[in-house]
């Protein structure tokens, strides 16, 4: 296997420059992800390490060695695109096998590492047939069992899961999951999917803009987010962001001020994940919501609320909905759940507020400012 090493490697097209320095480590082994929306420099990243593209500046290092002058056929690598990119004229057998024409393998072991490749992701019955005739979860193993069949030292992921359904995504996650754990190979994913690569890798690397903004674990991405993007990328349904202002030790969020657990003055957002949000009676809370919207997602409810913040959304489990749209609902939240981000969308730490202290009704006069908060549409 191999370990993976980018030293401020950069990519342009001309005088637009779609990969900013970039530094990253991929340990031998690790399966890690690259997350973020489109255009985010993630697929170029990965054509990067395929040998695709070459670098405009920088160093790709495969075990400490630079391979920017290597070609791609000789990387080792295995690859397996969005499109599958299968050989409709030849067989599944022939597909297999198409890498291993430019190596030097005789045909008896081209033809055991083909079976043991189709076996490995269950289309060794399907040999004799066409892509054509496949449905697509079995072109989508028919690609893996493709680049695996070189026994390569690093697997590259490009969305190899976007054109499956539901359920068969689910499936093939896992599948791929336990096949690279049971083969050790260095695995990259690329996905705009959060949940394929909170639920494959174990570790992602969230790209926006043609930068890293953070690299950690999916809890680390979800509990403590670098920035206002990372915390409106991570996380389904969407945090909730509300623009406020600080004052010192209190902050104003729509018509409520809340205690602050550490003093800070100026314009910031507050966040707070749906799923964080307790529905409880309303004679129990400090705030209640009127709800405006509800969506049943099978095992939870999806409330939309009007609240003294603003606009919330709030997640519940349950396959019922025990508030009704125009009733009042009781909301309570952990501090320790709670986000705030600077005017530039870094992320405060140690900063959190909590309803349940104190509540001032009405506002006090010292907020009253142009600054005044307002709901992040």
């Known amino acids: 296997m191999a370990k993976i090493t980018l030293d401020k490697v950069t990519k342009s097209w001309g005088q637009t420059q779609v990969l900013r320095p970039m530094d990253l480590t991929i340990n031998d082994g690790e399966f890690v992800a690259i997350l973020g929306p489109s255009g985010c420099g993630k697929s170029t990243t990965l054509f990067l390490l395929a040998g695709l593209y070459a670098p405009t500046s920088g160093q790709i290092l495969f075990d400490d060695h630079t391979v920017n002058r290597v070609d791609a056929r000789d990387r080792n690598v295995g690859i397996v695109f969005q499109s599958y990119a299968l050989y409709p004229h030849l067989t599944v057998q022939q597909n297999i096998a198409f890498p291993l024409r430019f190596k030097d ?18 289309v060794d019955m399907l040999l004799e047939r066409r892509p054509g005739q496949l449905s697509g979860g079995q072109q989508q193993r028919v690609a893996l069992a493709r ?15 976007s054109n499956l359904d539901a359920t068969l995504r689910i499936a093939m996650r896992a599948e791929i999951k336990a096949i690279q754990a049971r083969l050790g190979i260095t695995t990259l994913i690329v996905t705009h999917d959060q949940i394929e690569a909170t639920t494959m890798a174990d570790r992602i690397i969230c790209m926006n803009n043609g930068s890293i903004a953070q690299t950690g674990t999916p809890d680390e991405l979800y509990r403590s987010p670098r920035d206002i993007f990372v915390a409106g ?5 969407p945090i909730n962001l509300i623009k406020g202002e600080a004052r010192v030790d209190t902050v104003l969020v729509g018509k409520r001020v809340m205690n602050l657990s550490a003093t800070y003055r100026g314009d910031i957002t507050f966040g707070l994940r749906p799923e964080d949000i307790a529905m409880i009676a309303p004679a129990e809370a400090t705030m209640t919501g009127k709800v405006s919207l509800i969506e049943p997602m099978g095992r939870e409810i999806f409330y939309t609320l009007d609240t ?17 749209i125009g009733e009042a609902a009781g909301l309570a939240f952990d501090a320790e759940r709670t986000l705030f981000f600077d005017a530039e969308g870094n992320r405060l730490p140690g900063l959190h507020a909590d309803i349940t202290t104190t509540i001032h009704e009405p506002v006090p006069s010292v907020f009253q400012s142009s600054h005044a908060a307002e709901v992040a549409q």
């Open 105 to 122: 393998v005789p045909s008896d072991e081209a033809d055991r590492r083909v079976r043991e490749a189709a076996a490995l992701v269950q």
């Open 147 to 161: 680049a695996l069949v070189k026994e390569p030292n690093i697997l590259l992921l490009d969305e190899p899961l």
């Open 233 to 237: 990328f991570i996380g389904s349904p």
């Open 308 to 324: 003294p913040f603003g606009r919330l959304h709030a997640l519940e489990a349950g396959e019922k909905a025990r508030f009704a």
